[in-house]
């Protein structure tokens, strides 16, 4: 069972970036999929998810109407589309998916399986 962020790079401000996540040895369209990122010297922050049944959206207030979260079954893919970019975005991006059941993800205590993290700086 892996997942496998890619995408990040280097990008000036105002420009756009798509993340991956994808799965190995599991169904991803059975699970809620999230992504996470951690900056420099702060706490790893949510930043949006997907749920598993319904495909509902649901994003962190620094990102909506920049970021776009999506997930793509028949690749076992999960991506998330950065645009706009800022250097605050600047940070280690992570994915994760888990089990949502009839919960919304964002409320989701614990996420089972990550990926190993992919980096997107943002320049001014």
């Known amino acids: 069972v892996q997942l496998q962020a890619s995408g990040g790079g280097v990008v000036q401000r105002g420009e756009s970036l798509r993340l991956s996540c994808a799965a190995s040895?599991?169904?991803?369209?059975?699970?809620?999929i999230g992504w996470f990122r951690q900056a420099p010297g702060r706490e790893r922050e949510w930043v949006s998810c997907?749920?598993?049944?319904?495909?509902?959206?649901y994003y962190a207030a620094s990102v909506k109407g920049r970021f776009t979260i999506s997930r793509e079954n028949r690749e076992n893919t999960g991506y998330l589309h950065m645009s706009n970019l800022k250097p605050d975005d600047t940070a280690v991006y992570y994915c994760?998916?888990?089990?949502?059941?009839?919960?919304?993800?964002?409320?989701?205590?614990?996420?089972?399986?990550w990926g190993q993290g992919t980096l997107v700086t943002v320049s001014s």
């Open positions: 994760a998916a888990t089990p949502d059941g009839r919960n919304s993800c964002p409320n989701l205590p614990e996420w089972n399986y």
């Open positions: 040895g599991f169904t991803l369209a059975y699970y809620a």
């Open positions: 997907i749920s598993s049944a319904d495909d509902y959206t």
